[in-house]
């Protein structure tokens, strides 16, 4: 891996205003995004979780710029692409491609799999050597499915293999980075592994970076390297994939993973269900300092005056909280947590 991140987020928002009357007057926005950063380095998969809302589509989006950020950076190669030009910005796309959640949508059903496939190459206006139809069967077999597919619509396929012909446009210039927006979650659960193993597989060949978008914590956890969790618009916590889920810091990262499914009946009896009281409160007016406040169990006033910070611990591991769970105490003449 590169000493530099590929990727690197700072202080990201995206607040969505809301209007009133026929004069169209803003009277609020949801804060759909607001204040997130993290970094990405190559070669490397990010999982981002968290509950519908949380605003981890519309991180995603922003990052591929097919939504406007409210604030903040994005740096992608060393470049700061927040209000690049689309004219300045077209080659880069090259190197930043995204996969949509639903394979039924994304896909138009009037073309073939070779224009749907093939589109980037005549967007981008790239010759290859033996032409786009030959470039095409190729990805298609890369991805495991029938080159001879190629005159075939989107119909004629099952939603995985219509997941595969996604994966295959993203691929087709071959990216640098993916923004994977819930890749298996429209999937039948036989399909869902077969396609999570094809991206580690397509990752390993040929060197990708993932940022993975999804709800599912087991399937973050088979694929990413490190994890952020997001509440509301922000991050509450970023670690390595192992400490998260041995030894999550937040109160709700550690709700949200006491509700995994355990194949073993014995460990289902013997861990505690954490049950999260009250609906996620809207985006559109926040709970004040911590957001999590109103549904945790360790809240205490200054979680209600007082915004944590996300503070980096000495192993690298991140977390917004004020009264981090399985935290080990600071050694004397160690210095406390700094904010990141």
């Known amino acids: 891996m590169s000493a530099e991140p590929l990727l690197s987020v700072t202080d990201l928002?995206?607040?969505?205003?809301?209007?009133?009357?026929?004069?169209?007057?803003?009277?609020?926005?949801?804060?759909?995004?607001?204040?997130?950063?993290?970094?990405?380095?190559?070669?490397?998969?990010?999982?981002?979780?968290?509950?519908?809302?949380c605003g981890k589509t519309t991180t995603g989006r922003l990052i591929t710029r097919l939504l406007e950020p409210s604030g903040g950076t994005v740096v992608f190669e060393g470049q700061d692409i927040t209000h690049m030009s689309q004219k300045r910005l077209r080659p880069l796309r090259r190197d930043m491609q995204m996969i949509f959640q639903d394979p039924y949508s994304s896909l138009n059903p009037r073309h073939t799999v070779g224009t749907i496939v093939g589109a980037p190459f005549h967007i981008q206006g790239i010759k290859t050597e033996h032409g786009v139809k030959r470039a095409v069967q190729d990805i298609l077999a890369l991805v495991g499915l029938n080159p001879e597919h190629y005159n075939r619509y989107p119909h004629e396929f099952s939603g995985g293999q219509r997941q595969r012909i996604g994966i295959a446009r993203t691929l087709a210039l071959k990216p640098r980075l993916i923004i994977a927006d819930e890749p298996v979650s429209?999937?039948?659960?036989?399909?869902?592994?077969?396609?999570?193993?094809?991206?580690a597989d397509l990752q390993e060949e040929l060197g990708l970076t993932y940022v993975v978008i999804a709800h599912d914590l087991s399937v973050?956890?088979?694929?990413?390297?490190?994890?952020?969790?997001?509440?509301?618009?922000?991050?509450?916590?970023?670690?390595?994939?192992?400490?998260?889920?041995?030894?999550?810091?937040?109160?709700?990262?550690?709700?949200?993973?006491?509700?995994?499914?355990?194949?073993?009946?014995?460990?289902?009896?013997?861990?505690e269900r954490i049950r999260l009281q009250g609906d996620v409160p809207s985006p559109l007016n926040p709970p004040?300092?911590?957001?999590?406040?109103?549904?945790?169990?360790?809240?205490?006033?200054?979680?209600?005056?007082?915004?944590?910070v996300l503070a980096e611990r000495a192993d690298g591991h991140q977390v917004a909280c004020h009264f981090p769970e399985n935290a080990p105490a600071v050694p004397d003449g160690v210095p406390e947590p700094t904010a990141g």
């Open 186 to 199: 429209a999937l039948d659960v036989s399909i869902q592994a077969q396609v999570v193993n094809l991206l």
């Open 220 to 271: 973050v956890r088979h694929i990413s390297d490190r994890v952020a969790v997001m509440y509301l618009g922000k991050i509450v916590e970023i670690g390595r994939r192992k400490s998260l889920y041995t030894a999550p810091l937040h109160p709700y990262t550690n709700a949200l993973l006491s509700a995994v499914p355990i194949p073993d009946p014995r460990g289902r009896s013997e861990r």
């Open 288 to 308: 004040p300092a911590c957001r999590f406040h109103t549904r945790c169990w360790k809240a205490q006033d200054v979680c209600k005056t007082v915004e944590p």
């Open 13 to 53: 928002s995206k607040h969505f205003p809301v209007t009133k009357g026929l004069l169209k007057r803003q009277v609020g926005a949801v804060k759909a995004v607001d204040g997130v950063s993290f970094d990405v380095m190559q070669g490397e998969t990010l999982g981002v979780v968290g509950e519908s809302g």
